[in-house]
């Protein structure tokens, strides 16, 4: 192995310039621990004259990507520019010039992740995405290899930081959905169009990378169930929270018989839950293993320093990889085919808000169509509203199969004593 390894960058945004400033900074530590000094021989960016707040003394720009893919003298690229088309073309041709790859693209991996990885395998070369999923949380190689020994049947992530720190304020400050998305969007947490964040979109790329590294199954976008917090009103936290419950924007992946349910969506959480303890912008994986039981990773989800970090790590795995001669043998094809669970195999909890006539027989009509569907009721709450002639109901639900509950939802919209169903959630971590 050379004295030198040179790695080539693509993107110098908030994770590039976190990048180099990491290797900058702790360039010892990394020599020591691959036995040689690591360069950043060349940086790819759309625009050469933009300010950048790193020192890139020795590191030139291009705005030429085969500047960077086709240098024979670079072994290592790191691909932190974002982006679906441009990005997954560039990993291809660089996997074929036999370089490795470490990327934190989410949007690509969850879409064309088991492509690459093949052509990557294809090549003798390694791809890791560590920062793609919970940015500093060293969650994806906790599944890998710290829990490699377990039969993992569980799961649950807080993955989203936008949405973690709308749903901590609306709750802890009672502030509403719209206000507290602009002061986000104005302290640079979620984006000037936050559709992907608070629809839920970025949180279901992440749960399909945990789903398929978990449970080592090929699990797609399209196969995660995906529902945001747009919905979410201060209403339901308040109640939630009368009947001892936390929302979360839950991204989750469960498996029971072999089978697999993935899904992102508002989860009503126990206040004891350590999920529920998860607030502002921080993320949070709960893994469940057969042999070990419960597990929680908890830190930052994104930023400059935190992903740098993660991306960083992945680089020093693949130099390890090259001083033992062992690039591309980690095993990356899923052990299992995929098998998603129908409606009627989900079991789950339900909270459910409904304004309904308060009227004699009112709780006997809804009493008997749960029963009729055999959905039994754990919680009920029930406050008289403004207009006296109807009343807030909030329940919650035993376990219950989606099916049908998802009947239940169906009939009671037809129920003349219903006047709205205003919400309804998963309840987790209540067993
Ligand atoms: P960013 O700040 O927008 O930076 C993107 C960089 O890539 C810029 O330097 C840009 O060049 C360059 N670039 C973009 N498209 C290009 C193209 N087609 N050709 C050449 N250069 C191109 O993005 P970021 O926040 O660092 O995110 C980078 C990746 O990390 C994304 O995949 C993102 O999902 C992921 N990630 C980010 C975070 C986070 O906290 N930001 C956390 C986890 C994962 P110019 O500078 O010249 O415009
Ligand atoms: N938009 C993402 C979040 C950034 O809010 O968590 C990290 O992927």
Redesign the pocket.
Known sequence: MNSTINIGL???????SGVVHIIDQHQDKLSHQVGCNVKVKKI????LD?ERDVSLSDSPLTTNPDDVLNDPDIDVILE????ID?ARNYITQALENKKHIVT????LMAVYGNELLETAAMNQCDLFYE??VA?GIPILRSLVDGLASDRITKVMGIVNGTTNYILTKMSKEGRAYEEVLREAQNLGYAESDPTSDVEGIDAARKTAILGTLGFSMPIDLDDVTVAGISDVTTEDLVYSAQLGYTIKLIGLAERSDNKVEVSVQPTLFPHSHPLAAVNDEFNAVYVYGEAVGETMFYGPG??KLP?ATAVVSDLVEVMKNMRLGVNGNKSVVPQFEKQLKADEDIYSKYFLRLHAKDQPGTFSTLTSLFSNHHVSLEKILQLPLQDRDSAEIIMTTHKVSKKNYQQVLHELDELEVVDFIKSSYRVEGDD
């Open positions: 693509l993107g110098l945004g908030t994770v590039g790819l960016v759309n625009h933009k932190v520019m974002g982006g441009d934190a693209n989410k949007d920062a793609s940015g994104a930023g992903t």
